[in-house]
């Protein structure tokens, strides 16, 4: 168990739709970090945010959007959903600042867009 | 740019054999290389971590070795068990700015019995 919570582990919605998708991070991890990842392809970076406020940014759509509140838990909101969007969503989180620090993976929420 | 590449793609095996796979990467500045284990529908494990001046890293039946000159990284996988199949990925990790992460694809890795 890596300590990374995501919720919902499924989730099936229509095209057009938004929907938000839930991290509580390892306990102690400030930062968190969300991937997207599409049928056999690899890991693709959204975004990273540390201690609430945004840090990195990467291959995130505009219809896509994140925050990471006091409690350092995340959402992912993912809105006009198209069916491309269909994919394993994961959060990740490490002690930044600790270096070699590695990446602790949640189990991933599988979005399905019909 | 900041790339890794993984090779191969995927691989099968019989049970109980060995078998090595591939990480070349073009990071810069380069901090450490992580392989990470992922099951299907699952989060990925890290399986080792090497940092520039470590050669050989093991863990178990898992061992990674790390060329920094050459930019190179194999993980070997000893006396395969049927729960080594899984995608392995190899993370680099450098800091420009902030401490960031390149994932390669992976290599898809199916032991048979």
């Known amino acids: 168990d890596s300590g990374v919570t995501q919720t919902p582990k499924h989730l099936i919605t229509a095209t057009g739709q938004r929907v938000t998708l839930r991290c509580s991070p390892r306990?102690?991890?400030?930062?968190v970090y969300w991937y997207q990842q599409s049928l056999d392809q690899g890991l693709q970076f959204l975004i990273q945010y540390y201690n609430g406020e945004e840090r990195a940014k990467g291959n995130i759509l505009e219809r896509f959007s994140a925050q990471q509140f006091p409690d350092l838990h995340s959402e992912l909101n993912l809105s006009s959903l198209e069916l491309g969007d269909s994919a394993l969503y994961f959060c990740a989180s490490s002690t930044t600042g600790v270096r070699n620090s590695p990446l602790h993976f949640g189990n991933g929420t599988r979005l399905t867009v019909t | 740019k900041n790339q890794v590449e993984q090779s191969p793609q995927s691989l099968i095996i019989l049970e109980g054999k060995n078998c090595t796979l591939q990480c070349n990467y073009t990071v810069s500045p380069f901090s450490n290389l992580r392989w990470y284990k992922q099951d299907t529908g699952r989060g990925p494990v890290s399986l080792t971590i090497?940092?520039?001046?470590?050669n050989t890293k093991s863990n178990g039946r898992y061992t990674a070795t790390l060329d920094a000159d050459t930019k190179q990284s194999s993980l070997h996988i000893t006396a395969s068990q049927l729960s080594d199949s899984a995608s392995y990925i190899c993370?680099?990790?450098?800091?420009?700015?902030?401490?960031?992460?390149?994932f390669g694809t992976g290599t898809r890795l199916k032991v048979l019995a």
């Open positions: 306990s102690g991890d400030l930062s």
């Open positions: 993370v680099v990790s450098f800091t420009s700015g902030t401490y960031k992460y390149i």
């Open positions: 090497m940092t520039f001046s470590e």
